[in-house]
Every structure is written in structure tokens, then in C-alpha cells.
């Protein structure tokens, strides 16, 4: 392994390579299920100026221009080169969040209390003590018991700090309980939630890896180096912290062009940060600040962000209704359906990125834009449509100045706690609207201040200040209540919402993922034409929405062509999704298609140390009809973590499949005594029994699912076909109608409903819901 160049970087032989970062970037399986990725230089614009050519001699022709030699690949250098030139940047960044997002734990960077002090919480009871210059915690590790764990590094400063404990094999786990630096005191990241070693929130389990999870953020120049063969890290980086190359890129040709002044493009970085479209800084910062699943070991700088990532969409889980902010999503997904962002401002325009500070104090970095003279003060953005008017008074924000509400940030950028005492601002600048907020059940900045009478005041009020504002065009979060509470006319709006050509593009994604529960043939139309749309997040969510609406085998024409997408995510996607069609053959699109699955093949093989990603290959080997590569990618999943039972089942599945039974039957026993509190092992065993002909014995097993897990749809409906074969028709019925009254986009639920009650002589609700239905989909093919 190369050695690093900053000494203060270099770990011990004994200790882990490097970590990554829950603090700042936590990866849900649900993205890790689907990963996708893509290849394609976003270079800036500028190209090198050619060399003035002398004139020829007489008798002699002109010959071609000499191209500049290209540059050799760029490398990591020591930051501290940066330094002498750039002053300015440098002095603002010391002490920043960025330069101390991770540092080696001592006497001068370890903020919490260490002077044997405990804490007890979540069952579990954690001593914080020194042994000489180092800090130690006793606490339960994965197998329950207490423990002594060596801290080797600490995350963040304020408003709190986390501790990384090392724990072997090059592992570093990011530690549950963390210190509250303003109010001094140590705290839970998950009070309430009964977090302990066997829970998957608790320290010591894989989703707290900070190899995977959190370091990448946190330093620069970062690989994980995760060796499958023996299960361990040997995980590298240039330097703790995030600094300049982590931007900027590797800087050995820049120190080049520094001695020649030659003509590399961008003095000798591959980027240039300051190019007239900003949509390169943006997707610099976005590496980091939005919610997103790794796509391979590290980043390219320059390359789109999806080549990379895959960034998430406005998900029910991560955001309200309107696109606020509702898990932990960061920046990014906001900012992305502002207006802001549609008029060209970037990040640095608000934020000085080496210092992380604001621009201005106060109402001064929205007042570069909003100010009495209509004009931006910030070139490269488009201005047309700013009023003129003086925003920061009383007369526009409502609140007397210096009092709360006074801030713009108040009214337009409401925020949220996260990981317990980190107070984090919306990013979508959004309008404040109480009436529409208790429609939706959407936060709300006025209702967040003036709550009980207060807040029914003040919705009259705001009526009252905005009476006579211009109607709009249907709008997106309007839409969205409808469609995803499976309201009459949701259909309609769905289709109309995908026919506007303003749509933010992470909104227009995000509707394309609705597309499933209401198919017609104008919904696959809808799909099709997005798989042609500039924006590669939109293009991907098209590729998804085409296969949940065509079979397999049907998918080739309409897919085949993304095959050369120049996005990774959007290439591998179309590979993933034409598996089916490819068994059969795709014609001239054929041998592109086994190019691009090796891609995401090798996607997954980049994150072999994530159980999803082993399940994804046993998925796509048994797709392939590699069948000797299925079982051995299913035991690595669960060698990676043992508790994620999805891969779990697929095994158990894939034993009973292949006439092992017996052994398929004692590995789900096994875990149903250890995990009886799992929905997916009891549904799982209810299915199981099903199948061997014990319909009456995997009742309970289905009801307990359904039971554990209300919010899983499935569940219910399993359990109800079942019943109803089981010859219990009118609890069948009950059970499909109080499913439909939680979840109302239930397409098979629906459809099974209204052949049950005309099973059971029930014609007159049939017939209700299927008018409800037709108010729903009125174009669904079911309906035919």
C-alpha cells in the first residue's frame, strides 16, 4: 500500500487504514438495492489557446499545428503545498468544519469528557476513561458484553463531536453515543429506539461502518481498499479532512504548471470550479452533501456525479410531501427543486467553501439578489423576474426587525434536528403557506412558530396577505397528495404534472417513480419520452418506470439505446433492466448489452464488503444462468451482515429450489428463534409452509408479519389470499378492505377485493369500487 503523504494520516499497523461517515452521510439498503453507475467527463468548456504558428518558407507547405503533449494523470500531493501561493483560502480554512471533519484522536482534538465518566442509556451503560495519552471506551460491543474499545479518531466539532473505535481487520465503527459540545454532556443518536447490539442502528453492527459509511466525506483522497477474500480494510487516504484536492482534484500537474506557466487546460487541474455553468461546482459538493449510494471505491474528479453515485429522489421515506427535508438528506435533493438553483446560483455564491461560512451576515446573502434594485449583484445569474423591493423589513417578512421571523432563513429555509442536537436549514427556499401545509400535513415555518390557536390565526391571517395572488398551474405538491393517497384523479395529475416542461428535474424523477401504480398506455408513453430527457437522473428513473410497466421480454427496443448512455447509472440501469430480454437474445444490441452488464457487475464487486451488493450478484448470476456463483455470493452476504435477511430468505429460497429442503427448513428455524421480532423470516415461513401444502400452519406466521410490519402491504395482502383460499372468504375481505383504507394505491389488493366480493354474491360493492376505481385509473388495463 502506498505510503500517505501527510504524516498526521498515517494509522498504525495495528489499527484500521480509514473510515467514512454516518455523521454526515448515512445510505439506506433501499438505494443499495437498485445500484447503477456511469462514465462521462463533465469537462469544463475552455480549451488550451493554440501556439501562434510561424509563417511557412516559400517553397515550403504549411504543416499541421503541433497539439500541446498531454498531461500525464494527475496525483496527490501534500496539501501543505498549497499553502504558500494560496493564502487567502488557506487562512480561511483553517479551523473550518471542512479541515476538521476528522482528525487523529489526542489530547488536543478529543472535545468529550474522557475523566471516567459513564453514561447509561438505551439499555446499555458506556464508561468514558484515558489510559495515559490515549481515550478508551467500555461499552457493549457486537456480541452484547462490555468491553474495552481504543478511540482513534475523532468526527466533527460542533454541535457535537462522534468518536471512531477501532474494533480489527482494519475496521473503524462510529460510536452511538456522542458528545453535545455546547451543552457538555455525552447523548444517544437514537434515544428512544431500543438501540442495542442486536439492533442494526447499534455501533457495533455494519451500518455504522465508518470505513463504508463516513469517511469518504471526511477526508481527501480516500479508498476503502476492502479485500473480500479475507473480510478486511486496508483503507487509505492522502489527508484527515476535507481539503483542497477534494475539491479541486489532484494537484501534481498543477505544481507543474506553477514552474512552466505551459498551456494545460485549467492550469493543471482536469476542472475549473469557476466555469460559466455551474452545474460542476454543484455536483463537487453534492458528492458530499446529498443522500446518495457509492457506485465503486471513490470519486473521479470531473466526472458527473453519476458516474459515481446514485443520487436518491424525493422519496416518502427522506422528504415531505412538498420536497422538504424530512430524514437525514443534507443540501442537494433541496436545492435541486429551487428556484435558485433554476436561475443558475451555486453554492459558493451563498458559502464560502474553505471556510464553510456564510457570504454575509444576517438577511446579507439574500439581499444580494432580493433587494430594492430588482438586480443580482453575483454575475452568471439570471436576474429577470426579481422584484424590486425592499425585502428586509417589516412590510414584506411580517415581524418586527432583530425578532424571530425577521430572518429570511425563518420563513424560506425552516429547518430540522438531526442526530439529536444538529439544527440543519431546508435548501428548497420554499413559500410559507399554512393552509396548504395543513391540507398536505407538510411542515410549515409558520405553523413551526404559531402553533394550537396561534397557528389558526395565523392561517386566517396569511389568507388575508395573500388574497389575490395569481392562480397557478396544478401544482407538484398538490399533485403528489393526490397520487400518493390514491385519491380520485390522481391518475390525471400524475400524467399532467409529467407533461409540464418546467418540472424541476429531481421532481420529475421522482413522479416517474409513481408511475407503477397507475398504469395505461399514456404512462409507458410518459416513460419513453423521459428516456430521452438531458438530466441523467431523469433518464434513470424513466428506465425504472419503463420495466415496472413492460414485461422482461418486451423492455429491448425501448431500452437497448440507453446501452451507450454516457452516464454510468443510466448505462448500467438499461443493463440491469434488459437481463430478461438479453436471455433471448437483443439482436445487434447483443453484445453492448454484455459490455454494460459487466459494468454493473463490476459495480457491484467494488462494494463487496455490503451485504446488498452480494445479493445484487447472487440476483443477477441466477438471471444469468451462472447458478455455481449463487449460493457463495449468498453466504458472503451474510458473512458481511448476518442480520440482513432479504438475502437470508433468497437463500433458503434458492436451497428449496435446488432440492435441499431439509436444509433450506433448519436455516429459517434457526434464525426465527434467534430473530422471532423479524417480519420478513415470519412471512417467509408462512410462504414456505404454503408451498408445502401447511396452509393451515402458516397462518400464524403470516399474521405475525403483518402484524410486525403494518406498514408492509405485502404482508397484508399475502395474508389475505391466503385466507381466502384457506376458505375464509369474508375475513379476506376485511382484511383487503382495511389494507385499501391505509394504503389505497394497492393495485392487487383492489383488484382481489372486488373478486372476492363477487365470490361471496357482494355485486353492489364490487361495483363501488370499481367507480372508485375508474375515478382513480380510469385508462389502468385492469379495468378492461
Not at 438495492?33 to 511557412?56: H, I, R
Not at 411580517?398 to 439544527?423: E, T
Not at 428516456?531 to 429491448?556: D, K, T
Request: proline letters at 7%; aromatic letters at 8%.
Amino acid at each position: 500500500m502506498p505510503k500517505p503523504k501527510n504524516k498526521a494520516a498515517t494509522p498504525r499497523p495495528d489499527s484500521p487504514r480509514s473510515p467514512i461517515d454516518r455523521y454526515l452521510f448515512p445510505l439506506s439498503a433501499t438505494l443499495l438495492l437498485a445500484l447503477l453507475v456511469a462514465l462521462w467527463l463533465f469537462l469544463g468548456n475552455d480549451k488550451p489557446p493554440s501556439l501562434p504558428q510561424p509563417a511557412p518558407p516559400p517553397a515550403v507547405a504549411r504543416q499541421p499545428a503541433q497539439a500541446p503533449a498531454p498531461s500525464p494523470p494527475a496525483q496527490m500531493v501534500d496539501e501543505q503545498q498549497c499553502q504558500g501561493c494560496h493564502g487567502k483560502p488557506s487562512s480561511d480554512w483553517q479551523g473550518s468544519h471542512h479541515q476538521l471533519a476528522m482528525q487523529a484522536a489526542n489530547e488536543q482534538t478529543v472535545l468529550g469528557d474522557f475523566n471516567d465518566r459513564r453514561f447509561k442509556g438505551e439499555g446499555e451503560s458506556t464508561r468514558f476513561f484515558r489510559q495515559g495519552s490515549q481515550f478508551w471506551v467500555n461499552t457493549p460491543g457486537k456480541d452484547g458484553r462490555n468491553a474495552d474499545f481504543k478511540v482513534a479518531y475523532t468526527f466533527g466539532i460542533a454541535p457535537l463531536q462522534q468518536y471512531l473505535i477501532e474494533v480489527g481487520e482494519g475496521r473503524l465503527q462510529a460510536l452511538g453515543v456522542a458528545w453535545d459540545t455546547e451543552k457538555n454532556r455525552w447523548f444517544h443518536l437514537y434515544p428512544g429506539q431500543g438501540v442495542n447490539f442486536k439492533n442494526p442502528l447499534h455501533w457495533s453492527q455494519p451500518s455504522q461502518n465508518a470505513n463504508f459509511m463516513c469517511v469518504e466525506c471526511h477526508t481527501t483522497g480516500y479508498q476503502r481498499n476492502f479485500d473480500a477474500s479475507s473480510n478486511t480494510y486496508a483503507s487509505h487516504w492522502n489527508s484527515l479532512g476535507v481539503g483542497c484536492q477534494a475539491c479541486h482534484g489532484p494537484a501534481s500537474n498543477h505544481l507543474a504548471w506553477t514552474a512552466k506557466k505551459d498551456d494545460l487546460i485549467h492550469k493543471g487541474f482536469a476542472v475549473d470550479l469557476k466555469a460559466k455553468d455551474a452545474t460542476l461546482e454543484i455536483e463537487t459538493c453534492a458528492r458530499c452533501h446529498a443522500r446518495r449510494a457509492p457506485l465503486g471505491d471513490g470519486y473521479t474528479v470531473g466526472q458527473r456525479l453519476m458516474d459515481d453515485y446514485l443520487p436518491s429522489t424525493l422519496t416518502r421515506e427522506l422528504y415531505a410531501l412538498d420536497g422538504k427535508i424530512q430524514d437525514e438528506v443534507f443540501e442537494h435533493g433541496s436545492f435541486l427543486q429551487s428556484k435558485m438553483f433554476d436561475k443558475g446560483v451555486r453554492c459558493s455564491n451563498c458559502h464560502n467553501p474553505h471556510s464553510t461560512a456564510l457570504k454575509a451576515p444576517g438577511n446579507g446573502v439574500c439581499l444580494q439578489c432580493h433587494n430594492s434594485a430588482g438586480k443580482s449583484a453575483i454575475g452568471g445569474i439570471d436576474d429577470k423576474g426579481l422584484l424590486a423591493k425592499n425585502y428586509d423589513s417589516p412590510e414584506h417578512h411580517r415581524h418586527a426587525m432583530g425578532q424571530p421571523g425577521s430572518q429570511c432563513v425563518d420563513c424560506h429555509m425552516p429547518g430540522k434536528l438531526y442526530m439529536g442536537n444538529d439544527f440543519r436549514h431546508d435548501h428548497s427556499f420554499s413559500l410559507p403557506n399554512p393552509e396548504r401545509a395543513k391540507k398536505l400535513g407538510t411542515p410549515d415555518a409558520c405553523l413551526a412558530c404559531h402553533q394550537g390557536k396561534a397557528g389558526d390565526r395565523i392561517t386566517e391571517q396569511f389568507k388575508l396577505w395573500t388574497t389575490g395572488a395569481a392562480p397557478q398551474a396544478p401544482r407538484y405538491d398538490d399533485s403528489l397528495w393526490l397520487i400518493r393517497g390514491g385519491q380520485p384523479g390522481a391518475a390525471q395529475a400524475l400524467y399532467q404534472q409529467l407533461q409540464r416542461s418546467n418540472l424541476p428535474a429531481i421532481q420529475r424523477a421522482t413522479l416517474l417513480g409513481e408511475l407503477a401504480n397507475y398504469p395505461s398506455e399514456q404512462a409507458l408513453k410518459l416513460a419513453g419520452n423521459d428516456l430521452g430527457n438531458p438530466a441523467p437522473q431523469i433518464r434513470e428513473s424513466a428506465v425504472r418506470a419503463v420495466s415496472a410497466l413492460l414485461p422482461a421480454a418486451e423492455r429491448g427496443a425501448l431500452l437497448s439505446p440507453l446501452l451507450d448512455d454516457p452516464v454510468r447509472a443510466v448505462r448500467i440501469a438499461a443493463a440491469r433492466d434488459l437481463l430478461g430480454a438479453a436471455r433471448t437474445g437483443l439482436g445487434a444490441a447483443q453484445a453492448r448489452w454484455e459490455r454494460v452488464i459487466g459494468e454493473y457487475e463490476a459495480v457491484q464487486l467494488s462494494l463487496a464488503e455490503r451485504a446488498e451488493a452480494n445479493l445484487n450478484l447472487a440476483m443477477l448470476y441466477q438471471a444469468s444462468g451462472r447458478a455455481a456463483k449463487v449460493e457463495p455470493s449468498l453466504r458472503a452476504a451474510l458473512l458481511r451482515d448476518p442480520g440482513f435477511f432479504p438475502a437470508l430468505v433468497t437463500l433458503v429460497q434458492w436451497l428449496e429450489a435446488n432440492g435441499r429442503g431439509p436444509q433450506a427448513q433448519s436455516l429459517l428455524q434457526e434464525q426465527l428463534k434467534k430473530h422471532p421480532e423479524a417480519a420478513l423470516l415470519q412471512h417467509s415461513q408462512g410462504l414456505a409452509l404454503i408451498r408445502a401444502g401447511q396452509s393451515a400452519q402458516a397462518m400464524p406466521y403470516l399474521r405475525n408479519a403483518a402484524r410486525l410490519e403494518p406498514q408492509n402491504g405485502q404482508y397484508a395482502y399475502v395474508m389475505a389470499v391466503a385466507l381466502h383460499d384457506s376458505g375464509k372468504l369474508d375475513e379476506a375481505c376485511a382484511q383487503l378492505e382495511a389494507l385499501l383504507k391505509r394504503q389505497p394505491t394497492q393495485r392487487n389488493a383492489r383488484l382481489s377485493l372486488i373478486q372476492y366480493y363477487l365470490e361471496s354474491g357482494q355485486e353492489p360493492k364490487a361495483q363501488v369500487l370499481m367507480q372508485g376505481w375508474k375515478q382513480l385509473n380510469p385508462q389502468d388495463p385492469a379495468l378492461k
